[in-house]
């Protein structure tokens, strides 16, 4: 039974992942942590035998919330963070604990996170990763486990036009959140309280930009060489998670990761731009002469990949995470017309609005990085991920979300979007 819910719930899952699922659900729960429990148990029958069996249970419960393992998670408002959070909860349910602390900026929404919300295990709370009083009381109010951060201001050209708000926020934020988590989980002679991690979610950008040519990768030893302030403030603060690993032996990963797609993407980044505007006859901005190469994900492959590297990774290493997929801006952008055109009924007035005549060359962006392109050699031989979801599959699942969720598009590109939008593509 409780292997064909899991089944229900992922169908592509096979019965082998069923039976891993609840492997590690058996695995996790408090009964096999802490031995002894079931004679626990009985024995506090023995001292109160009018207690029933519902009273069991719910001491049963109880003990097992009060060791749930608790996750903080920055930034779960963004793209990437609400697609982990639902990954999270899509694959240990009621079995662990997640307080989402999110700013909510402009690309922080909580209608990406409406399904969840009303979970008992599921928390929100508005704060600034920079107030280090609003983020220590958090440590000081849960016992936190795991923190997984994602908060960041993450697009380039806000970061050409605005640089000191992604130093704040990056480097100054990341700092906060080491610090907290450190003072939270440090013991008197220097080591960590046990099983205490923290995961920092980085790009693959702080690398730089790669040659056209196809042999070159970026790896875990490839140099920092970051162009933008948005990448060199990333790099920043990938450095300080180093150096609080070196100096005190803080017990932390990196992860760097190549361009991602998928649902609940903010339309000012390439991918839900171009399937914004294709669907309302809009012209198609492609910087410079559009053979850029990025390297796409799956959001959902990312959000497992984290999850991976977390649990199974090697503490103090860095993981590189990426698609294979590389692909020219031009190309993504044909690719979305073409399936666009299969994906619209040809009753829909939309249909005959996406059309190559949309594509609109535009003055390249400043100090445009020509190519991105990881190796995931080290995650995929060290914790067997791999990029799962092929570019085909995941742009049409990416644009049926985007069918079914025309009112949360509106609502985001309403007000400061329009504003934004109108300065940035003014030519
Ligand atoms: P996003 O811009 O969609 O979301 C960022 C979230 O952080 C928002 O919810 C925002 O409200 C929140 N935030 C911003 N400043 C904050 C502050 N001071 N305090 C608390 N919360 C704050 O970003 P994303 O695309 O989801 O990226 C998430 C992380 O992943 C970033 O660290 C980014 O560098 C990294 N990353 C992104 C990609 C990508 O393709 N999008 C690829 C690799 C790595
Ligand atoms: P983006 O989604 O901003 O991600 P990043 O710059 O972090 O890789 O951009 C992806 C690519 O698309 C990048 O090469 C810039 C290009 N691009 C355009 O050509 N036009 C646009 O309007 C945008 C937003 C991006």
Redesign the pocket.
């Known amino acids: 039974m409780q292997l064909r819910t899991a089944q229900m719930k992922f169908p592509s899952m096979n019965v082998g992942a069923g039976v891993k699922e609840r492997n590690w659900k058996i695995k996790n729960s408090s009964e096999t942590k802490a031995p002894g429990r079931k004679l626990q148990l009985r024995t506090t029958q023995m001292k109160f035998p009018s207690m029933n069996v519902g009273a069991e249970v719910k001491e049963r419960n109880w003990n097992r919330r009060k060791k749930m393992r608790t996750y903080l998670v920055?930034?779960?408002?963004?793209?990437?963070?609400?697609n982990y959070i639902h990954y999270m909860f899509g694959k240990y349910g009621d079995s662990i604990r997640i307080i989402n602390?999110?700013?909510?900026?402009?690309?922080?929404?909580l209608e990406n996170l409406k399904d969840v919300a009303g979970r008992d295990n599921y928390t929100f709370v508005k704060?600034?990763?920079?107030?280090k009083e609003a983020i220590s009381k958090i440590f000081a109010e849960n016992d936190i486990d795991r923190v997984v951060?994602?908060?960041?201001?993450?697009?380039v050209d806000r970061s050409i036009r605005e640089p000191e708000v992604f130093v704040?926020?990056?480097v100054l934020?990341t700092a906060v959140m080491l610090n907290c988590a450190r003072a939270a989980w440090e013991l008197p002679d220097g080591s960590y309280r046990e099983n205490k991690k923290f995961l920092h979610?980085?790009?693959?950008?702080v690398y730089g930009s790669l040659p056209e040519d196809e042999t070159a990768f970026f790896y875990e030893t490839t140099p920092y060489a970051p162009h933008s302030p948005?990448s060199a403030s990333?790099a920043s603060s990938d450095l300080l998670v180093k150096s609080y690993m070196d100096t005190y032996h803080f017990p932390a990963n990196i992860t760097?990761?190549?361009?991602?797609?998928g649902p609940y993407?903010?339309p000012e980044?390439f991918i839900p731009l171009v399937i914004n505007n294709a669907l309302q006859g809009e012209k198609l901005p492609v910087y410079g002469d559009g053979k850029n190469v990025r390297d796409w994900l799956y959001v959902e492959d990312?959000a497992k990949a984290i999850d991976m590297v977390q649990e199974q990774g090697r503490l103090f290493e860095t993981y590189n995470i990426g698609g294979h997929n590389e692909k020219q801006n031009i190309e993504i952008i044909q690719i979305i017309l073409e399936t666009l055109q299969e994906m619209l009924s040809d009753d829909d007035p939309r249909k005959a609005l996406v059309t190559k005549d949309l594509i609109s060359y535009v003055e390249d962006r400043k100090g445009h990085d020509r190519r991105y392109a990881i190796a995931p050699d080290k995650i995929k031989k060290e914790i067997g991920w791999y990029p799962e979801t092929m570019f085909k599959d995941g742009i049409r699942r990416t644009i049926q979300w985007y069918f079914e969720h025309e009112e949360w598009m509106k609502n985001v590109t309403g007000g400061d979007y329009q504003k934004y939008y109108a300065e940035m593509y003014k030519n």
């Open positions: 920055t930034g779960g408002a963004g793209f990437i963070g609400s602390v999110d700013l909510l900026t402009y690309a922080g929404n704060a600034d990763i920079c107030d951060h994602f908060a960041a201001e993450s697009h704040r926020t990056n934020g979610v980085s790009t693959d950008e948005y990333k760097n990761c190549s361009n991602n797609y993407q903010f980044k990312h």
